[in-house]
């Protein structure tokens, strides 16, 4: 059978799917020299398209789970790429093709198909309990090993998760060493049960917590504090059964609805969630949240609008897209109605916000965000300071992308911020990529030091930082912080 990809936006210039495994001993240092104490690895994935899609369409966040491994070890630098062999991937491997139709729609899938889970996962990594995971939210995670990249079996972490699922973007408190997690429609597509989970160092399960949610919705994203969990729910919304079977999206986007908040204590019950009411938004991803008495505060990438504009209305129509702005949503539980209250923290338009992990749900400063270039295609890092609002840009001036930054710690008990930025860095006119390191503090003097890497690497979405002696240890304990 030829392999013949479709002419869409979704597969034109750095797009084009990239389906290469590779290994890389020793990057190449283009630029500055690599600081001292920059040992660890740097785990990351995202979708790539195994074979051309069965029906010619195509949306960016969907396609196989591919891993990419970058290990720091005092100068020599190592790159990894391997593919998450899911069932899925098992599968459209034996048949030579993608045998799964509109995204996340089970039963647009070939009948050969029709008993198989559509899971990629391939959107985040997790590093916990002395193990590595590869995770989508439509499924439960994969484990990895942290050295090889090989994809090891599926998990419902011992059996302490019912849930069919769980979320790809956790939050690992590096202070406490605990796992936070959630499911959404946790029985099954078109469910409105939510689940939160929350592990101990070890891997123990000490909370669990189910509460229906107020429409069978997409949450991609959540946020923790020091003593609340804070979930939103934004009106993309999965049809019913019968709606999937007729072959409509799995999210649609409703213009009339509310956003809805739930406010949860940390390690609190059902009967304790606070619900929130506001205007229609969306969003993706959180930067961070905290409690300040009884008010909790969440920032984010809010959307004004749709987020996803590739999800319609139930009627069809197209939403354009809107940009995304820093903001900051604020719910006071000593409130007796449902109203919170919404500001702008940067107005610049920015995504896949990241701060230090050790803050992580405390008061903080700092947060990193990929920095929008409307005019050609191009994009830039940039440093935001949340109590203030400035914003500290890496002015380039080059023909290239960048995918989300991470925090790298200079040490444990380092100031916050104190540390470095890693990036990978789209070169848009040489056609491959490199990796970029900057002090995290002075983003404005651009990286200290660059790699070659001789491949492309197709825009990966979310990764994790584990330090060379937690990947030792299998433990987070930054005790210095708390």
């Known amino acids: 059978m030829e392999v013949i990809f479709p002419d869409i936006d979704a597969y034109k210039g750095w797009a084009h799917p990239l389906r290469t495994e590779s290994t890389v001993e020793g990057l190449e240092l283009v630029e500055g020299h690599l600081p001292e104490g920059l040992n660890g690895t740097w785990y990351r994935c995202g979708a790539d398209r195994q074979y051309p899609p069965m029906d010619g369409e195509d949306i960016f966040i969907d396609g196989e789970g591919m891993m990419f491994m970058i290990r720091f070890d005092n100068g020599h630098v190592t790159y990894r790429n391997r593919w998450v062999h899911t069932p899925r991937f098992e599968l459209q491997a034996k048949h030579r093709r993608s045998l799964f139709g509109r995204y996340r729609n089970r039963y647009t899938a070939d009948p050969i198909a029709a008993d198989t889970s559509p899971g990629t996962a391939n959107t985040n990594m997790l590093f916990h309990a002395g193990k590595l995971f590869a995770l989508k939210e439509d499924d439960l995670p994969y484990e990895v090993d942290p050295d090889t990249l090989e994809t090891g079996r599926q998990t419902d972490l011992d059996g302490q998760v019912s849930a069919v699922s769980l ?81 409509r999206h799995f999210y649609e986007y409703h213009a009339d609805k509310p956003t809805m ?184 003097k651009g990286p200290i030091a660059r790699l070659h890497l001789p491949v492309r690497v197709r825009s990966s979405f979310h990764g994790v930082w584990v330090p060379e002696e937690v990947l030792e240890t299998g433990r987070y304990r930054m005790e210095a912080v708390a």
């Open 167 to 247: 979320t790809a973007h956790h939050k690992v408190d590096w202070v406490t060493g605990e796992l936070l997690t959630y499911s959404y429609q946790a029985k099954g597509d078109s469910t409105t049960d939510f689940a939160i989970y929350i592990f101990d160092a070890e891997g123990r399960k000490v909370n669990e917590v189910w509460f229906n949610a107020p429409w069978p919705g997409v949450v991609h994203d959540f946020a923790v504090t020091e003593e609340h969990i804070v979930v939103p729910f934004f009106p993309l919304i999965t049809p019913s059964i019968e709606g999937l079977k007729e072959g």
């Open 261 to 444: 908040i739930a406010v949860v204590p940390r390690y609190g019950k059902a009967e304790e969630v606070r619900w929130f009411e506001g205007p229609n938004t969306t969003a993706g991803h959180m930067l961070n949240a905290v409690t300040e008495g009884t008010k909790v505060h969440l920032d984010l990438c809010l959307y004004n609008g749709n987020c996803f504009a590739f999800f319609p209305s139930p009627e069809g129509k197209i939403y354009p897209a809107v940009p995304p702005v820093l903001s900051r949503m604020t719910f006071d539980l000593a409130r007796n109605d449902k109203d919170y209250e919404t500001k702008v923290i940067m107005p610049v338009p920015c995504e896949m916000p990241r701060t230090d992990d050790r803050w992580q749900g405390r008061d903080y400063s700092h947060g990193w965000v990929i920095v929008y270039r409307a005019t050609d295609g191009t994009s830039t890092l940039g440093r935001v300071n949340v109590k203030t609002g400035q914003l500290e840009v890496w002015e380039h001036g080059q023909m290239l992308s960048v995918q989300e930054p991470q925090f790298v710690p200079r040490a444990p008990d380092s100031k916050e911020g104190d540390g470095w930025i890693l990036s990978i860095l789209n070169r848009l006119d040489a056609w491959h990529s490199e990796i970029a390191v900057f002090d995290a503090l002075e983003m404005a």
